[in-house]
């Protein structure tokens, strides 16, 4: 009897969790209630596919309100770059996959200029599915020396670098009340992505954390380094966290070892100065572009992998017939066209200015393709089939902006591969609903997880599939002491009967 509670109790007695909310990349995407609410926040996902050298993610929260219909203002906070350069672009939200519209407020985060998109969701009792999609550029630091050790013996070491990453921040999770079952942190990258070494770089990332760091801080780098090694790869270019009973911990400032991320090195475009390298973006020219107010949209914009910058044709009218010329480094296998149209940067600004509706795409090898967008944000994937050394985009037809009668376009990237795509919210879920990975409370001090060095408590709760083989052994050994208990009583039963019988 002790024996089954005592395996009941390791079963199903488990620690309560906090639900998580997410910023994804170091350009934002947390999910953040603007007020207290009964609201719980039960299952998550979030998905990066990591294109040639930008990212698109799409999280999707899972509510629960087990109380009377109500109305919570959510705010999904963005960071602002040096300069308003590096923003996130072509936000989406929906609500149980409807289309909403989102307003946006400047304010600050930990004293950061900080862009908040804020929406009204309706939670009427019972379940509630929320979705986000947006774009983003890399998080690039410049580590020479350390590219150069890292690259050491490999087919990079010829070229130098920097230190990249699309992150994930976990922490904010005590913004809901209640527990998370299951949250699924996934990457994808495209077989065309600009990046190598991803193990490496993640070692490189946490040697630089902890050299930076204050003596508090460094078991925080430590246990994250421990818990990003817990990945797993559902196939070849998918990197895949999953976490259920999920508790994450922050210290007061707000570091915390569940931050994680995909961590990569990206070579340099240049070897030196005036030499490309086969990493290089095309080189573009334009037929016009546009600079007004003190501001310029040059061609280079569409392909810095930074989805918050655009170019704009500069001729007078709509801009039907403008066009654009890339030269490749090298002749290209290309296999799908990936276009954001518009000026992606914010709503107002992409419904202002004329888009792209109709592309025609001529490439070197005397191919070509008509590309037909819907007007949309987004990153908008087309099949090709060409070799060539170059391509020229040209504008066909345009949907027209409210005020402005000029036409912007903010990406395009000539895949060597198809990318990627995301996985549905309920096949991802249910793939991972047995637990694999559990992350229980190590502590309810923010200050003892930042603590010098990770307490046994806290490598304990790094997420790995050892964490079942405890209740598992318990429920094995239960059996079999049942199973021999049984058989001594049967068999002292049987000789009770014997001595008892006429004859004996």
């Not at 087919?155 to 809901?176: I, R, S, V």
């Not at 070892?257 to 086969?278: R, S, V």
């Not at 990936?338 to 200015?353: H, M, S, T």
Request: charged share 20%; glycine share 8%; aromatic share 12%.
């Amino acid at each position: 009897m002790f024996t089954l509670a005592f395996t009941a109790a390791l079963l199903f007695g488990g620690a309560s969790a906090q639900a998580i909310d997410t910023s994804v990349g170091s350009w934002g995407g947390t999910a953040r209630p603007m007020q207290p609410t009964s609201v719980r926040l039960i299952a998550e996902t979030a998905q990066c596919v990591c294109y040639r050298r930008f990212a698109e993610y799409r999280v999707d929260y899972r509510f629960e309100n087990s109380e009377e219909a109500t109305t919570v203002t959510i705010g999904f906070p963005f960071s602002v770059g040096p300069d308003d350069y590096f923003r996130a672009a072509g936000f989406h939200v929906w609500r149980n996959g409807v289309a909403l519209s989102a307003r946006i407020q400047r304010g600050t985060d930990d004293g950061q200029p900080t862009d908040y998109y804020l929406r009204e969701i309706d939670f009427p009792s019972g379940a509630t599915t929320v979705t986000v999609d947006y774009l983003v550029s890399t998080t690039s630091s410049d580590i020479g020396g350390q590219y150069a050790l890292a690259a050491k013996g490999t087919p990079y070491a010829a070229f130098g670098g920097a230190l990249d990453e699309y992150n994930f921040t976990a922490h904010t999770g005590a913004d809901w009340p209640g527990t998370i079952g299951t949250a699924v942190l996934r990457w994808s990258v495209s077989p065309d992505f600009i990046g190598w070494g991803i193990q490496k770089a993640r070692d490189v990332s946490t040697k630089i954390s902890e050299a930076s760091a204050k003596p508090d801080q460094v078991g925080v780098f430590r246990q994250r380094n421990l818990i990003e090694r817990g990945f797993t790869q559902p196939d070849p270019l998918t990197y895949q966290y999953v976490f259920h009973d999920f508790e994450p911990t922050a210290t007061a400032s707000g570091l915390s070892a569940y931050d994680i991320g995909l961590h990569y090195f990206e070579p340099a475009e240049y070897d030196t100065h005036d030499n490309l390298t086969k990493f290089a973006s095309p080189d573009v020219e334009a037929s016009s572009w546009l600079e007004r107010g003190g501001k310029d949209y040059p061609p280079d914009a569409l392909v810095d992998g930074n989805p918050s910058t655009a170019w704009a044709e500069g001729a007078s009218g709509s801009g039907i017939g403008q066009h654009v010329d890339f030269t490749f480094v090298s002749t290209r296998n290309v296999r799908e066209l990936r276009i954001v149209p518009g000026y992606a940067l914010q709503p107002d600004l992409f419904a202002k200015y004329n888009r792209p509706k109709t592309l025609r795409v001529d490439y070197s090898d005397k191919t070509s393709q008509i590309v037909q967008l819907a007007d949309d944000p987004t990153v908008q994937r087309f099949p090709a089939n060409a070799h060539a050394k170059s391509a020229r985009i040209t504008i066909v037809d345009v949907y027209r902006g409210t005020s402005g009668d000029d036409t912007f376009i903010s990406e395009v990237e000539f895949g060597t591969a198809a990318a990627p795509t995301f996985v549905p919210f309920g096949t991802l879920l249910g793939a991972n609903a047995s637990p694999s990975h559990t992350a229980t409370e190590t502590t309810s001090s923010a200050a003892q997880v930042a603590s010098t060095e990770p307490s046994a408590a806290a490598f304990a709760s790094v997420p790995s599939g050892a964490s079942l083989l405890l209740p598992l052994g318990v429920v094995i050994l239960s059996v079999i002491v049942v199973v021999v208990v049984g058989v001594l009583e049967w068999r002292s039963l049987r000789r009770s009967k014997s001595d008892q019988s006429p004859g004996a």
